[in-house]
């Protein structure tokens, strides 16, 4: 699947053509605004909503700017304003000649086969279909432009016995009204999902992880203060939802991991007695580690980079010392100065834990490596050897 079947670029220019396809100069700002942020794919997905012609990136885009001159045309010669859609059928079949058979797609009429197909009936959020499309749209621009990308899922706790005592339509009333406490906590670049059942996932661009845990929680909170019905009834004495967290390039590198690695987190806050979010985490140690009094440097995206003293270090990650609080699935970019090696040992690694340290102020931290280059790896293997 590719960036032109995002469906955020179709609903983006759903909201253009409806609110703006009567101003030639507005339209065409926000047009190349879209155009910035998403890429030449608006191009034939404007014209395939409009006239449903399907042309390829630049073919579309000169075909737009004949009719934003076509359109300017009209309205001197006419000398009123005119929509958007009226010029670009003028262009198409009496200048370029491309509709043989006028017809232009009511955007209204669109929208609702669009939604017919990509919306749940029962709770209005967007449904798998949408979902999956979305995700691997979202992890696409995440990887491009390196913005960080969140995934929670939502589970009903108890749902089977809620529908059990109260029967199918009080279970169905309940999933509406926690859709609408959903619609109301996230935001508008959120995309919130029925994924199935009572089960609900939310894709969260520019978020990390730490935002995406503030979110779940704001919902799971909002579920817990809300009245549902006969909910005192429920093995918790409550209706209630547990959350599972994960974030691209921390936790998972593709898609179907985001979604893995998030189940997985969502078992572990069920596992934990329910009613609550739980983060994925995950720290196996699968070479020993060995003790060591090394220097190395750390750096964040924001950072120039800070000195640590590294306390062990293994072929798998390192724990050391540091000033600062850092939050848990950071990726860090770390130098590690080897003896007897002049060029840094660098690498990325996942923060997998933090504690604090009172009697110096300090806070004793665990990585995991998860990318090195091998003359790296194999001077670090070197170092481990002499001092093993």
Known sequence: MG???????????NKLLMRSSGDREVFADKMNRLATKYGDYVYPQ??????????????????????????????KTLKRNIDFRVALLDYFVGVNRKIR?????????????????????????YNYRYFARALNAEVLRSNRYNAPLSLVVCDVDDFKYYNDINGHLAGNNALKKLAAIIKKSVRDVDI??????????LILPETNKEGAYVMSERIRKGVERSTFSQGKMQ????????????????????????????DQALYVAKSRGKNQTALFEQERRDFERVNTTIIG???????????FEVRNISESGVLFNFPKALTIGNILQLLI????RKTPLTCKAKLMRSKELKKNKEYELGARFYRIRDPDKKALKRFLRSIG
Do not use: C
């Open 3 to 13: 960036d032109d079947d995002n469906p955020r670029i179709l609903g983006e220019i």
């Open 46 to 75: 404007l014209i395939f909503i409009t006239a449903h012609l399907e042309f390829g990136k630049r073919i579309a885009k000169n075909h737009l700017q004949e009719i934003l001159r076509h359109w300017e045309f009209m309205q």
């Open 101 to 125: 058979n006028p017809k232009i797609i009511e955007i209204r009429i669109f929208q609702k086969t669009q939604q017919e197909t990509l919306v749940d009936e029962l709770t209005q959020l």
């Open 192 to 201: 919130a999902t029925r994924y199935g059942g009572e089960e609900f996932a």
């Open 235 to 262: 093995p918790l004495k409550r209706f209630s939802i547990s959350g599972g967290v994960a974030t691209l390039d921390v936790d998972a590198d593709s898609a179907e991991e985001l979604i893995k690695t998030a």
């Open 297 to 307: 440097r750390l750096r964040l995206a924001t950072s120039v980079g800070d000195v």
């Open 337 to 340: 100065t080897l003896p007897n």
